[in-house]
């Protein structure tokens, strides 16, 4: 099955400051990357994604790159602000249905 | 809308009892996921439906099953609890294979 590799683990920056997290997977027929935001004690909310016909997608401060031949994706927050802080999950789907693979997670830290 | 609901948002169970966490959806989506999050581990899928009738395991299926007999509802059964199941559970739904998942608030297992 789709393994997804997430790293780092935990982050921290300073306001301000660019982030960039990182993922692999594994599965070639792969074509669906979602990155999603969750705060303490709430639900994952989906924040940005890129499907493998494009390579970069942007929403104002954050961005996904993504290299099919490689198999990785990052997620770029450019200008962190503390409410950026939480943990940030990747995911890629697999297979003919929504079989969505997640990462482990990072943990986000902007210090003020 | 109410969007994904899911009830209970806390239980405590003994080992060896059975329950159901009951999910249920008012966006017509097709396809409906069972996660559970453990520290560490990210989101682990248990089981998946694409439709009312459809249902297939995910990563982590032991101890659990589901039913689909409706769009809106996707119940999960815990058969015999046990300490390892303690966990938070997640249901997602979706309209289609690379769409957004829609999380609900979560329900928060603990097994003694």
Redesign the interface.
């Known amino acids: 099955?789709e393994n997804v590799e997430?790293h780092p683990?935990t982050l921290s920056v300073q306001e301000g400051d660019s982030a960039v997290i990182k993922c692999t997977y594994s599965d070639s027929a792969s074509?669906?990357f979602?990155w999603?935001k969750q705060e303490l004690g709430k639900?994952?909310?989906?924040i940005i994604?890129i499907?493998s016909n494009v390579g970069e997608k942007k929403d104002q401060r954050i961005a996904v790159t993504l290299n099919k031949t490689a198999k990785h994706f990052s997620l770029h927050i450019t200008e962190t602000q503390p409410e950026d802080s939480a943990v940030y999950?990747c995911?890629s789907?697999s297979g003919g249905?929504?079989?969505?693979?997640?990462?482990?997670?990072t943990k986000l830290q902007v210090i003020p | 809308n109410a969007g994904v609901t899911q009830t209970p948002k806390f239980q405590v169970l003994k080992t060896g009892q059975s329950m159901t966490l009951q999910c249920a959806q008012d966006m017509n989506h097709e396809?409906m996921?069972w996660?559970r999050q453990d520290p560490?581990?990210?989101?682990?899928?248990i089981h998946?439906s694409?439709g009312a009738g459809i249902t297939?395991q995910?990563?982590v299926p032991n101890g659990y099953n589901v039913s689909r007999s409706t769009t809106e509802d996707f119940p999960l059964r815990l058969l015999s609890a046990a300490p390892s199941q303690t966990s938070v559970y997640?249901c997602a739904s979706?309209r289609?294979?690379?769409e957004?998942?829609y999380?609900?608030?979560?329900t928060r297992l603990l097994v003694l």
């Open positions: 099955g997430q683990s074509n669906y979602p999603y639900r994952p909310q989906l994604d499907r999950f995911a789907n249905y929504q079989k969505v693979t997640f990462g482990t997670g | 396809y996921s996660y560490g581990m990210g989101l682990r899928l998946y694409v297939d995910g990563e997640f979706s289609g294979r690379r957004t998942q999380f609900g608030p979560g």
